[in-house]
């Protein structure tokens, strides 16, 4: 009986992970870079496994834990169930376990409170600090007499802060002998300072494991490989992922970090399209030079949909995910033009760096769905506790407020829920929102010459209708059949069309493209360029089987060479006039 020989991609990734346990055998700080489609959660996962193994029962006793802290709940929840909740692994966020550790800590945290300026009114409104318990829950700041709370930045800055101190050090290294980061190049940038200068620097401290992908970095500024000092590299260079016709284009556009197939006997295809026959006049805004008319815009893209039906894609959503990398053309689709016409900036309301936007999406939507389905734990969880209940009349009128919320969620605006919200403080507020708020009431109805740009879009946005806020959170989290990059950043699908459209003030395609095929990157783009050629990166990541790319703006022939490069001439269209 013959034995199956392992694939090109099972080999590679043999290869890494025998270079991460020596690492750990060792006691060496590593870090794996795996690209997408790699495989990088199997690899901790059994890392974790392997540790738990050989080093649980010793951990346990000793009173020490493995430290996992990853980037989301989600990926929390789906690491800890993997090792089946171990006890010898504190699985957590970079909130969680930063708090778990800086919690026991009052004194100092009382300390780093009373040293911040910006909160020096609150502290003397509230009488000053003293022997207040400082508390996390709610991601608010706040002070009384008896308590202060946190705010969700300050976990993060905190806990830098105290790692900062060698007393401090001793005692991290005491209880968390190995730290393992996921997603280790979006992690909060100050708490990866920290452990770089105290613990990679030095060569002291626990053994560090990071893993993630540079090239996925879509939340920091920094897109080059971080130089970390006593850190090992481990690159993982497999593709469980993708068949070989798109793994193919992701090591012509990434040849550093080249990838194995897992099946090369799968078929698929990666094509890419362009609409340079088009002749007629075209847009050219500041952020979409040479684009289409939006109605052009739409025949080319359901042109391209039925060419693709006819090869044999089934673009039911189930099957094929379409990735917009823009986003006007689909605000108006999906419900919430006003809000894109608010922002200058189409992709910070996206990616929620408004304030009020963060406050809605994150908070407020969330507590409304689970009182909607009846997931009361999950509502109280979000809203900071269980409240006081004494009486019946009491749990009437949560009930009698909630109602009054959902109700305003679909008839009225988002000014209407703000006052709601300030009115019943269910929830409550955060810090930068109420500012805003109480800013406003202080200046008048009206706007003035003199408000920051940032309160103009409050104002702006209080007019808005409150349906558009969930049209919104639903795009944001993928229950519809488009999306941005950012919202299925580590997810796959069997069919992908990505659409590089011009809209985004941080993405331009066509230039993307000419400084990828001439390798000339003034310093004035750098930021650009990586910015893109990742979103692109993860773009063209996710398909399993089918890949196809339509450019909607007009290409240069130094964009359409590069565009060659990747795919292949005989993978280049360019689609008829619709």
Not at 347 to 361: C, M, P, Q, R
Not at 375 to 392: A, D, V, Y
Not at 396 to 424: A, C, P
Not at 516 to 527: E, F, L, N, S, V
Request: aromatic share 8%; net charge neutral; with cysteine.
């Amino acid at each position: 009986m013959t034995t199956e020989a392992p694939s090109p991609a099972v080999i590679a990734a043999q290869d890494a992970q025998d270079r991460l346990e020596k690492c750990l055998g060792l006691g060496k700080n590593f870090r794996l870079e795996a690209g997408a489609g790699a495989g990088k959660t199997y690899s901790l996962v059994a890392a974790l496994k392997r540790l738990v193994t050989e080093r649980g029962a010793a951990l346990m006793q000793a009173g020490q834990q493995i430290a996992c802290i990853t980037y989301t709940e989600v990926a929390r929840n789906e690491i800890a169930q993997e090792i089946e909740e171990h006890p010898a692994i504190l699985v957590n966020t970079i909130h969680g376990f930063g708090w778990s550790f800086i919690s026991r800590f009052q004194k100092q945290l009382r300390a780093l409170v009373a040293a911040q300026d910006s909160r020096q009114e609150a502290i003397t409104a509230a009488g000053g600090i003293h022997n207040q318990i400082v508390e996390y829950n709610l991601g608010f700041f706040d002070i009384d007499s008896k308590r202060i709370t946190l705010q969700h930045d300050d976990v993060p800055r905190f806990l830098a802060s105290l790692l900062a101190n060698a007393k401090f050090q001793r005692i991290f290294q005491s209880l968390y002998p190995i730290v393992f980061i996921d997603e280790y190049q979006d992690t909060d940038p100050l708490v990866m300072s920290a452990l770089a200068e105290n613990f990679f620097v030095t060569g002291t401290g626990p053994v560090i494991g990071l893993f993630g992908d540079h090239w996925q970095t879509i939340y920091r500024k920094d897109y080059q490989l971080a130089d970390f000092a006593n850190v090992e590299g481990i690159d993982k260079g497999s593709n469980f992922r993708s068949v070989a016709a798109i793994v193919d284009v992701l090591n012509r556009l990434r040849p550093e970090l080249t990838q194995s197939v897992h099946d090369e006997a799968t078929k698929g295809e990666a094509r890419f399209f362009h609409c340079n026959a088009y002749a007629g006049a075209r847009t050219d805004s500041v952020h979409a030079k040479r684009e289409l008319p939006p109605e052009i815009s739409v025949k080319f893209i359901e042109s391209l949909k039925n060419t693709l039906i006819a090869d044999g894609w089934d673009l039911d959503p189930r099957r094929t995910k379409i990735l917009i990398l823009t986003h006007n053309a689909i605000a108006a689709e999906r419900g919430y033009p006003n809000l894109a016409d608010i922002f200058d900036r189409k992709e910070s309301f996206v990616k929620k760096e408004d304030a009020t936007i963060a406050f809605l999406a994150d908070t407020v939507e969330p507590v409304c769905n689970a009182y909607a389905v009846g997931n009361f734990g999950e509502m109280f969880r979000l809203l900071g506790g269980i409240p006081t209940i004494r009486r019946p009349a009491d749990k009437t009128e949560l009930r009698s407020q909630m109602d009054k919320l959902i109700e305003l969620r679909k008839s009225g605006t988002i000014g209407e829920v703000l006052d709601y919200l300030k009115q019943i403080k269910r929830p409550r507020l955060t810090d930068r929102v109420a500012s805003r708020e109480e800013e406003i009431a202080a200046l008048g109805p009206d706007e003035t010459e003199e408000e920051s740009n940032s309160l103009k879009r409050h104002r702006k946005l209080r007019n808005v209708h409150y349906k558009e806020i969930v049209a919104l959170v639903e795009f944001i989290n993928g229950f519809t059949p488009f999306a941005t990059q950012h919202s299925v950043k580590g997810a796959e699908f069997e069919n992908v069309l990505v659409i590089l459209s011009g809209g985004w003030n941080h993405y331009n395609w066509p230039k993307y493209l000419e400084l990828r095929h001439t390798g000339i990157i003034p310093a004035k783009d750098q930021g650009g360029y990586y910015r893109a050629r990742n979103l692109f990166y993860v773009a063209i990541s996710r398909p399993k089987k089918r890949l196809a790319v339509l450019a909607t703006q007009e290409l240069s022939a130094t964009a359409l060479a590069s565009a060659v490069d990747l795919f292949g001439s005989e993978h280049v269209h360019a689609l008829p006039i619709p």
